[in-house]
């Protein structure tokens, strides 16, 4: 089999090639991304994706499959509409024409759910993007699933709840701060979190989003409609209290920014039953999901 990865360079995408070279070593790839040094071994394909030519070469006949997971995050897209739409719906809706006939794994959103939430969130839930990022993905989901019902591809759009822990203040991404806590926390350094310690938000560590996009991408599971993948809802108080099992949190401190708590940190009760039946998972506990994250730092 030959899986075409985009964003492979990024967070998410080197921890889903180090599981598929771990697991899958049978698996050949194509792995893409404006950058893709230090993949020794596997096939790489550098340039931007919003060129013609890249879409191309990364949707070669021999390619069966494609994981895209390259994004522009919701912050810069907020601040650069037109660049999110080169990248977060041009690109993807690219790949959903080139793909015909094959399979396709698209990394979507829970942005798309938007920001004032019902309680619960469940298959039933509406979409109702309130940010430019969110409003994109949203797009994705509707021309994909189009695609699924004519026939026209194979595979899944998953909706991807906060992934942690990535590098130290990531950039354009508003949630950074729930990455931060695990730097902060393994090192001692201070950080002020921008949500209360009673806030709430939708986390997986990026070592149980590479096992769920890995089955994704190598499964023949398909569904029409995007599904939401499970998440652990973590109350960022009981999330420091965690950490300071294994680290210093005595320099963290939380100062609430209203606008950050209402998009990253107010998020109810999450049911995945979609996802559960297609046996994807969560990473099933607080201190399992910290356990991996600090193991992975």
């Known amino acids: 089999m030959m899986l075409a990865i985009t964003g492979a360079a990024g967070f ?23 950058e893709v040094a230090g993949f020794d071994g596997h096939e790489t394909l550098p340039g931007d994706l919003t060129d013609p030519a890249v879409i191309t ?22 601040r650069d509409p037109a660049a999110s739409q080169a990248i977060n719906l041009d690109v993807p809706l690219a790949l959903i024409e080139a793909m015909r006939g094959r399979r396709l794994v698209i990394a979507g959103s829970i942005a798309v759910f938007g920001g004032v939430l019902p309680d619960p969130v469940d298959e039933a839930t509406v979409p109702t993007p309130t940010s430019v990022y969110g409003t994109h993905k949203r797009m994705v989901e509707l021309a994909f699933a189009d695609a699924v019902r004519r026939g026209a591809v194979s595979g899944l759009a998953l909706r991807l709840p906060g992934i942690v822990a990535r590098p130290a203040a990531a950039d ?56 939401t993948l499970p998440a652990l809802r973590v109350t960022i108080g009981d999330l420091v209290a965690e950490l300071a099992r294994h680290g210093d949190v005595s320099g963290i401190r939380f100062e609430e920014i209203p606008a950050t708590r209402a998009t ?9 039953p979609r996802a559960d039946a297609l046996g994807f998972r969560h990473d099933g506990s607080l201190t399992q999901l910290v356990e991996a994250v600090l193991a992975d730092l």
Request: proline share 5%; with cysteine.
């Open 264 to 272: 990253f940190g107010s998020y109810p009760e999450l049911r995945t």
């Open 12 to 34: 998410v995408g080197r921890a889903v090639v180090r599981q598929l070279a771990a697991q899958h070593p049978e698996v050949e790839l194509l792995l893409a991304d404006r």
């Open 57 to 78: 070469a990364l949707t070669a006949p021999h390619v069966d499959a494609v994981l895209h997971l390259a994004a522009l995050p919701g912050g810069a897209a907020e």
């Open 172 to 227: 354009g991404f508003g949630s950074a701060f729930l990455s931060d806590l695990f730097h902060a926390a393994k090192v001692g350094t201070p950080l002020c979190v921008p949500v209360a310690a009673y806030a709430t938000s939708w986390l997986m560590s990026v070592r149980c989003c590479a096992a769920n996009l890995v089955a994704a991408a190598l499964s023949e599971r398909a569904a029409q409609e995007a599904v």
